[in-house]
């Protein structure tokens, strides 16, 4: 997931600004980060549910299957049949989202929207009962490895590199061509690296 958000940001010069802006501005360039930045990193939150938007790791979530006959949304799903929720299809869908397949971390900032599956347009850790149970780990993971990544380093591609964004189907969302790119020191003080 952290290789989707670097290679969405590297290919937004804008909101890499924004996240480092950001970075800068909590965490200050004499500081690491740490885990009491995390609340005020509002736009990296904002970057990183984008990014789960539009490359939600699980596509399918994992498999229903109800014990009982029901409707859903005028639907009759049997007892018994397996069923797939296409997050994937969800979170492009037009009818949840404007301009779905533009990359705008903005739609995220105004604070509601969370992980939590309550709203059915934005799944990326599932929903009800069987809600991932490592969400508050993996969230927290994510946030740390990119804000340390985006405040240590200034970020770039090698050179005549074309970025790719395309994904590989599975189980997993994987990006079909690893992401390479290449740190430089951003912060004066050396010593902060060791
Ligand atoms: C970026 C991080 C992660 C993402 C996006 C993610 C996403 C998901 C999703 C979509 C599901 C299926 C939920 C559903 O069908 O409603 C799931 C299930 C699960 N996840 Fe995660 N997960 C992440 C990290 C973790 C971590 C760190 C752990 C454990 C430490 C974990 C443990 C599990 C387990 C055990 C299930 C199965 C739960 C069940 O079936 O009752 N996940 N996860």
Redesign the pocket.
Known sequence: ?AEWVMAEILNNPNVMKNVQDELTEVIGMNSIVEESHFPKLRYLDAVIKET?RLH???PF????CPDESCKVGGYTIPKGTTVY?N?WAIQRDPENWTNPLEFKPDRFLNQKWDYN?NNFKF?????????????L???K??VYILASLLHSFDWSLPKDEELELSDEFGFVTKKRKPLIAIPSQRLSDASLYF
């Open positions: 997931m789960f939600p790791p699980l979530l994992i498999q229903r929720i997050v599956g799944l990326p850790f599932g929903s009800g009962r069987r809600i991932c149970p490592g969400l780990l993996g969230e993971i994510l």
